[in-house]
């Protein structure tokens, strides 16, 4: 076992982001996941900047803004698997465009723009995000900084708390058996994979309660079809039906989906909470950091959660 003197628990985009950040602040940093970063809910993710299922706002937008940075300036490097992408956000029925939409220069859509059966909608550029490729670039950045991955699981923060002076805990839904936090929930989100017959832009509905999620988020040999969010929904078994569901639901907005085959379906537990528990607290000579439920924002908020550990860290061992 590499001794580390900061042990992240988690292998998802938090946990990934904050170990290579935590590295390249210069401490030894070991991540400690029982799940590798391929199997994570991560790995699932669309993925795209946009604040969805999280708060509070004040804190989202800080961090959010960070991160769009970030993964902008990321984008310049194919290998990241980071893209800048233009698309849109579409309602059903009459709406303002999100607060968020300011950060990214959304502007409002033509009426001759608008898909089928939308009344308004609103175009932006911003980070797409090929999640299996850009886990595996933050891996090799880690390791570059001379971090390190270990797979283990821990079935009690204390037993986390004797590997390292600092611990991490970058659980996602797992931090309501962890960190026994009941205002964390699984909120399961499928996507179905499919060839790209040629897409380019991405698609969101983003029709105020609307009961399906239908999103579209293009790479370059693939579409990500979404997507379900099922509040306290655990299991994470692939349905048939529910892809098929997800397929007719694209296919409707993009008819050039039709017949498109399927790679296969991805399935991940959004943490959603009341807000992002950001926090640390001292176990005696140890320092306890949460950084978790981050809902359906996790690449969102990813390096400015990160990047706020740092800062922690940095304030608490040298207040020490």
């Not at 898909?115 to 932006?124: F, M």
């Not at 986390?160 to 991490?168: G, N, T, Y």
Request: glycine residues 10%; proline residues 6%; aromatic residues 4%.
């Amino acid at each position: 076992m590499v001794a580390a003197s900061a042990v992240v628990i988690g292998a998802g985009v938090s946990g990934l982001t904050t170990a290579v950040c935590l590295a390249e602040a210069g401490l030894d940093v070991r991540v400690d996941t029982d799940r590798l970063p391929g199997a994570t809910t991560s790995a699932a993710a669309g993925a795209m900047w946009v604040p969805y299922l999280v708060g509070p706002r004040d804190l989202v937008d800080r961090w959010s803004r960070r991160t769009l940075a970030e993964l902008t300036a990321l984008s310049a490097d194919a290998d990241t698997g980071v893209r800048l992408t233009e698309g849109t956000h579409e309602s059903r029925v009459p709406r303002e465009m999100p607060a968020w939409g300011t950060v990214v220069g959304a502007l409002p859509c033509p009426p001759e723009d608008l898909r089928d059966g939308y009344v308004t909608g609103w175009r932006y550029r911003a980070p797409l995000v090929d999640m299996p490729r850009y886990l595996d670039h933050l891996r090799r950045r880690l390791e570059r900084a001379g971090g390190t991955v270990r797979q283990c699981r821990y079935d009690t923060l204390g037993e986390a708390l004797r590997q390292a002076p600092v611990i991490v805990n970058c659980t996602g839904a797992e931090a309501r058996f962890l960190a026994g936090d009941p205002a964390v929930d699984a909120v399961r989100g499928r996507l179905v994979v499919v060839e790209n017959p040629g897409i380019d832009t991405f698609f969101c509905d983003d029709t105020p309660g609307a009961e399906e999620l239908t999103c579209i988020c293009p790479h370059a040999d693939a579409v990500a079809l979404g997507g379900t969010a099922e509040p306290g929904h655990w299991d994470l078994r692939p349905d048939e039906d529910a892809a098929r569901e997800i397929v007719r639901r694209c296919t409707a907005v993009e008819p050039r989906l039709a017949g498109a085959r399927v790679i296969g379906q991805r399935v991940g537990l959004r943490p959603v909470r009341t807000g992002v528990r950001l926090t640390h607290e001292r176990h005696g000579d140890r320092l306890l950091v949460h950084n978790y439920g981050h809902g359906g924002a996790g690449v969102t908020l990813s390096w400015g959660c990160a990047r706020e550990v740092v800062d922690r860290v940095r304030a608490a061992v040298g207040a020490t």
